[in-house]
């Protein structure tokens, strides 16, 4: 049974850092991507970053790009996600997810058909 476990959630002032974490088990990634999504109260789910869990391959959603990082660590089957400067329109309920690759390099094509695995979220509230 694949799982994927998020955590790392919690309450910063705006300005602050948190990193995230998901474990990822019940399967090999080999050929997938994997990713952080948030919900924010009232608003849909938005894409936030993913990385190509063979090659180390980015991609961010532009909200983020300069302020997040997302890494792996393949001993571990873990990947992170690195929150810098946050603001409070980060607040949101973060969600791991993992999908095949479509394409030689993550980018749009990678959220084309949607996730095959999800994890149950973890919350992030930035403070004023």
């Known amino acids: 049974q694949v799982q994927l476990v998020e955590s790392g959630g919690g309450e910063v002032q705006a300005g602050g850092s948190l990193r995230l974490s998901c474990v990822a088990s019940?399967?090999?990634?080999?050929?997938?991507?994997l990713g952080w999504f948030r919900r924010a109260p009232g608003k849909d789910r938005e894409f936030v970053a993913a990385?190509?869990?063979?090659?180390?391959?980015?991609y961010y959603a532009d909200s983020v790009k300069g302020r997040f990082t997302i890494s792996k660590d393949n001993a571990d089957n873990t990947v992170y996600l690195q929150m810098n400067s946050l603001k409070p329109e980060d607040t949101s309920v973060y969600y791991c997810?993992?999908?095949?690759?479509?394409?030689?390099?993550?980018?749009?094509?990678?959220?084309?058909?949607?996730?095959?695995?999800w994890g149950k979220g973890t919350l992030v509230t930035v403070s004023s």
């Open positions: 997810a993992a999908a095949p690759l479509y394409a030689p390099r993550l980018g749009p094509a990678w959220l084309k058909y949607g996730m095959d695995y």
């Open positions: 019940g399967r090999t990634f080999n050929r997938y991507g």
């Open positions: 990385v190509s869990w063979s090659d180390g391959d980015t």
